[in-house]
């Protein structure tokens, strides 16, 4: 589906990343509008990607709906995400979600925290 402000999905999540998601909100045991995402300030590289299950969507988000799940993307984080894919690994220690991100100017060490420049406006609206 085509995003609301966007004439491209603002970001793709691979099979892996819907198929957690939907786990997630499935589990959530109540109802779940979607995935927030969204970015924030901190960590030593500058800042950081947030998410969390969203009991109702608010007016401004971006959403996104593809491979049965949705997303809704802080409007202050589009920008920073636009073209973004979001993945989920499993491997011997760990579980995460991660994302590419081609805004990402850099990473700490860590991996907790990204430096990320936000698109260009004019990115809004090109086609994908």
């Given at each position: 589906?085509?995003?609301?402000?966007?004439?491209?999905?603002?970001m793709t999540l691979t099979d892996a990343a819907a198929a957690r998601v939907r786990e997630l909100t499935d589990a959530a045991g109540r109802p779940v509008a979607g995935l927030r995402v969204g970015v924030k300030n901190g960590g030593?590289?500058?800042?950081?990607?947030?998410?969390?299950?969203?009991?109702?969507?608010?007016?401004?988000?971006?959403?996104?709906?593809?491979?049965?799940?949705?997303?809704?993307?802080?409007?202050?984080?589009?920008?920073?995400?636009?073209?973004?894919?979001?993945?989920?690994?499993?491997?011997?220690?760990?579980?995460?979600?991660?994302?590419?991100?081609?805004?990402?100017?850099?990473?700490?060490?860590?991996?907790?925290?990204?430096?990320?420049?936000?698109?260009?406006?004019?990115?809004?609206?090109?086609?994908?």
């Amino acid at each position: 589906m085509a995003s609301r402000l966007l004439r491209r999905q603002a970001m793709t999540l691979t099979d892996a990343a819907a198929a957690r998601v939907r786990e997630l909100t499935d589990a959530a045991g109540r109802p779940v509008a979607g995935l927030r995402v969204g970015v924030k300030n901190g960590g030593c590289a500058g800042m950081s990607y947030t998410m969390e299950l969203a009991d109702q969507a608010s007016p401004l988000d971006e959403v996104v709906e593809t491979k049965g799940v949705r997303l809704l993307i802080d409007p202050k984080a589009v920008l920073f995400l636009l073209g973004a894919e979001m993945d989920f690994a499993v491997d011997r220690l760990s579980a995460s979600f991660s994302f590419r991100n081609p805004n990402e100017t850099s990473a700490c060490g860590c991996g907790e925290s990204v430096a990320i420049t936000p698109a260009s406006p004019e990115a809004l609206n090109a086609p994908a």
